[in-house]
């Protein structure tokens, strides 16, 4: 019988119990974002069980914050959907005490439009949409900055914000906004940087952004526990059945060359 569970929390909805773990060290608990990235970990989730008899709960998120809450207090065991920048600056801002546990894939940010197709046909004052979470919005910016678009007093500045803007010769507009909303705001704006984990049900392809990463991208995502708990045999072996040829043959189903294993 099947015994894996998937449920849907949202930060308004999700009800904790501070400090609570599972006892049951063949029983874990796994935060992702609702999504196609779910359904690549449910490939591992079946192996795990397959494999090692591990019983995994995947609880669905629909944004970037409340995953790592829950993590922090104990509520999962593991989340999956989150770059290492992120999580840094996740820690730095709240003192979580977090470790890797494992790579996933790098799924590469675009810069869409629905107006335009190049970025020399945006217009003098264009709208740019930003994700509004630090690094992905650093992100954003080193990728325009790389296109001459603008200049950054520091392009290596991971978490550069339009204040760090030293150069706008075409004097663009940017707004900063929840990465999850980006793609319903695209028909508003002129352009917007928009994550795979969003991007790809709203139908946008990669192979269609203006600006896109290339696999050499640092922001490979992460399956991230409290600090310690890397070692557990539960996590590594849900470490284990992720990184496989199952999981990813499903990531290439599902995204094609947008899903880059991170592990290899």
Do not use: C
């Not at 600056?89 to 197709?117: H, L, N």
């Not at 922001?219 to 040829?245: F, K, M, P, T, W």
Request: hydrophobic share 40%; no cysteine; aromatic share 8%.
């Amino acid at each position: 019988m099947r015994k894996t569970l998937i449920g849907t929390l949202t930060a308004a909805t999700l009800t904790v119990t501070a400090g609570a773990t599972l006892a049951d060290e063949h029983a874990i608990k796994v935060g992702t974002v609702a999504g196609p990235e779910t359904e690549v970990m449910q490939v591992a989730v079946d192996i795990a069980e397959r494999e090692y008899g591990l019983e995994v709960e995947v609880i669905e998120f629909t944004d970037y914050v409340t995953p790592n809450a829950a993590l922090a207090d104990g509520s999962l065991d593991a989340n999956a959907y989150q770059h290492e920048p992120y999580m840094r600056s996740m820690v730095e801002d709240r003192g979580y005490d977090f470790a890797v546990a494992g790579y996933t894939f790098v799924y590469p940010i675009g810069a869409y439009s629905e107006k335009y197709d190049s970025v020399d046909a945006l217009p003098e004052g264009a709208i740019i949409a930003l994700p509004n979470d630090p690094s992905n919005e650093g992100r954003a910016l080193i990728l325009m900055h790389n296109e001459d678009l603008i200049t950054l007093d520091d392009p290596e500045n991971l978490e550069a914000t339009p204040n760090d803007i030293v150069e706008n010769p075409h004097d663009f507009d940017f707004r900063e906004i929840e990465a999850a909303q980006l793609p319903r705001v695209l028909p508003d704006v002129d352009m917007a940087f928009i994550n795979n984990t969003f991007a790809q049900p709203a139908g946008l392809s990669l192979d269609d952004a203006l600006i896109k990463e290339g696999p050499e991208s640092p922001y490979v995502n992460l399956i991230v526990v409290r600090d310690g708990d890397e070692n557990r045999e539960a996590i590594r072996q849900l470490v284990d059945a992720y990184q496989s040829e199952e999981v990813e043959a499903k990531a290439d189903e599902l995204f094609g060359p947008q899903a880059v294993p991170g592990w290899k």
